[in-house]
C-alpha cells in the first residue's frame, strides 16, 4: 500500500455530527412543499448530493420549480447548526492521531463554505481546521460524487493522489475518493456499511475512533 501523505476529511457526518439534523430539515422542507419525504427517504435519495441537483428532483416530481426550496432548507439550518452542533464521536482523537503520525489532512466538502465554518464553529472544531485547508465543492466549481474536488484538494496541498486517503460517509462521496484514484475509508453511520462499500469503499468503520488502525497508525506510538 502507498504511504500516506494526505488524509482528505469530509466535513459533515465525518467531523461534524450534522448529518441527523441536516437529512431531517430537508425531509420537513421538501415535505411542506408537497412530496411527502421520510428521514430515511432523504438519507437514501440526497445524503452527499448537491442541493441544486435535489431542488431538480423535486421540482421534477412536483411538476413546478422548487428554487424556494434552498433559501427555507438554508435558513433553518444555519439556525439550527449555529445554536448546536457536536463534534462526531472519535472525530478529535482522529484528528490528533493523524497529527501526531505526522500526516497532511485537510477538509473537503460539498457545502459552500458558510456551511463548513458554522459547524466546525458549533461544534468546537474551528481552532484544529487551517482555513487554507478548507476546500468547498461550491469554490471548486465541482460536486461529489465528481472527482474534481479531491484531486483539486490534492494539488493545492502537492499530494499525489495515489497517497491520498479519503474519509468519507457517503456513498456519493466514496465514488468521487475512487474516481480521483485515492483509497477511501468510509465511516458507516447514517449510511449502511453494504452500501458504501457496494460504491466502492476500500475499508468501512464503524466508529471514528476506528480510523487511526484504519490507516495503519500505531496509536500507542503516536499516544492517542
Given at each position: 500500500m502507498p504511504r500516506t501523505d494526505l488524509v482528505i476529511f469530509d466535513c459533515d457526518g465525518v467531523l461534524v455530527d450534522s448529518e441527523r439534523v441536516t437529512t431531517r430539515l430537508l425531509a420537513e422542507v421538501i415535505t411542506e412543499f408537497g412530496l411527502p419525504t421520510t428521514v430515511e427517504?432523504?438519507?437514501?435519495?440526497?445524503?452527499?448530493?448537491?442541493?441544486?441537483?435535489?431542488?431538480?428532483?423535486?421540482?421534477?416530481?412536483?411538476?413546478?420549480?422548487?428554487?424556494?426550496?434552498?433559501?427555507?432548507?438554508?435558513?433553518?439550518m444555519y439556525a439550527e447548526l449555529g445554536a448546536a452542533c457536536d463534534a462526531c464521536p472519535g472525530a478529535p482523537e482522529a484528528l490528533d492521531a493523524v497529527e501526531?503520525?505526522?500526516?497532511?489532512?485537510?477538509?473537503?466538502?460539498?457545502?459552500?463554505?458558510?456551511?463548513?465554518?458554522?459547524?466546525?464553529?458549533?461544534?468546537?472544531?474551528?481552532?484544529?481546521?487551517d482555513p487554507a485547508r478548507v476546500f468547498s465543492a461550491y469554490e471548486v466549481g465541482v460536486w461529489k460524487p465528481e472527482p474534481g474536488l479531491f484531486l483539486a484538494a490534492a494539488e493545492s496541498l502537492g499530494a499525489s493522489p495515489e497517497r491520498?486517503?479519503?474519509?468519507?460517509?457517503?456513498?456519493?462521496?466514496?465514488?468521487?475518493?475512487?474516481?480521483?484514484?485515492?483509497?477511501?475509508?468510509?465511516?458507516?453511520?447514517?449510511?449502511?456499511?453494504?452500501?458504501?462499500?457496494?460504491?466502492?469503499?476500500d475499508a468501512v468503520i464503524a466508529s471514528m475512533h476506528e480510523l487511526a488502525t484504519a490507516l495503519g497508525i500505531q496509536t500507542d506510538r503516536v499516544g492517542v
Open positions: 427517504d432523504a438519507i437514501a435519495r440526497y445524503k452527499g448530493t448537491d442541493l441544486s441537483v435535489i431542488v431538480e428532483h423535486v421540482g421534477a416530481q412536483l411538476g413546478r420549480p422548487a428554487d424556494e426550496l434552498v433559501e427555507i432548507y438554508r435558513g433553518r501526531a503520525a505526522g500526516l497532511g489532512w485537510c477538509v473537503a466538502s460539498n457545502g459552500p463554505r458558510k456551511k463548513i465554518e458554522t459547524t466546525l464553529r458549533s461544534s468546537g472544531l474551528t481552532n484544529r481546521v491520498c486517503v479519503v474519509v468519507e460517509d457517503s456513498r456519493s462521496g466514496v465514488v468521487a475518493g475512487k474516481a480521483a484514484g485515492m483509497r477511501v475509508i468510509a465511516y458507516a453511520d447514517i449510511t449502511p456499511a453494504a452500501d458504501l462499500l457496494d460504491a466502492g469503499a
